[in-house]
């Protein structure tokens, strides 16, 4: 998918878990634990693995259970999950574009020399707070792990895909 379809056109349920004010607040995640370990903004193309590495079953659930885990390390011991990281990037190209876009507009993200930081106050309702819990925590630890597992190029290079 190189192009979203109109909202109004899209499969309910692709709607539904791609919805771009939910993955980009994954992404504000992303970016608040990356900021939190490194005090620097997540590079920007690191921004397209960090929410593949969440909604993506497979891969979410073969995380490590600590940032001290080597990335390298991780990725090359399950080929498949290397795989379907890869194309889950590719395919939400788009839908991060979306994404950050809507984030970037409404202050809750910035863009800054190349790198994008949380910005803005994000109030959580409770009751969605409690549903997406798994998901927000997901994220966070991603952009903790990201924030330590070296330059964006290895990152890209290990996972076998190009910025």
């Known amino acids: 998918m190189s192009n979203l379809e109109p909202w109004s056109e899209r499969q309910p349920d692709f ?3 791609f919805n771009p004010a939910f993955v980009g607040v994954l992404l504000r995640e992303c970016c608040s634990g990356f900021h939190r370990v490194s005090s620097r903004g997540m590079s920007f193309p690191l921004c397209f693995v960090a929410p593949a590495m969440v909604l993506h079953p497979s891969v979410r659930n073969s995380l490590p259970r600590t940032v001290k885990a080597r990335f390298s390390e991780w ?3 399950d080929q ?3 795989a379907d ?3 889950a990037v590719k395919e939400l190209v788009p839908v991060v574009r979306e994404s950050l876009l809507i984030m970037i507009s409404s202050g809750l993200l910035s863009l800054q020399a190349g790198e994008v930081v949380p910005g803005g106050n994000l109030n959580r309702v409770e009751d969605v707070t409690a549903a997406l819990s798994p998901s927000l925590e997901r994220s966070l ?3 903790r792990w990201l924030a330590r597992s070296g330059t964006t190029q290895s990152v890209f290079e290990a996972i076998g895909i190009r910025p």
Do not use: E, P
Request: no cysteine; hydrophobic share 60%.
């Open 75 to 77: 990725i090359r011991s």
């Open 80 to 82: 498949t999950v290397r």
């Open 85 to 87: 990281l890869a194309l």
């Open 141 to 143: 630890f991603i952009g």
């Open 15 to 17: 709607a539904n878990l």
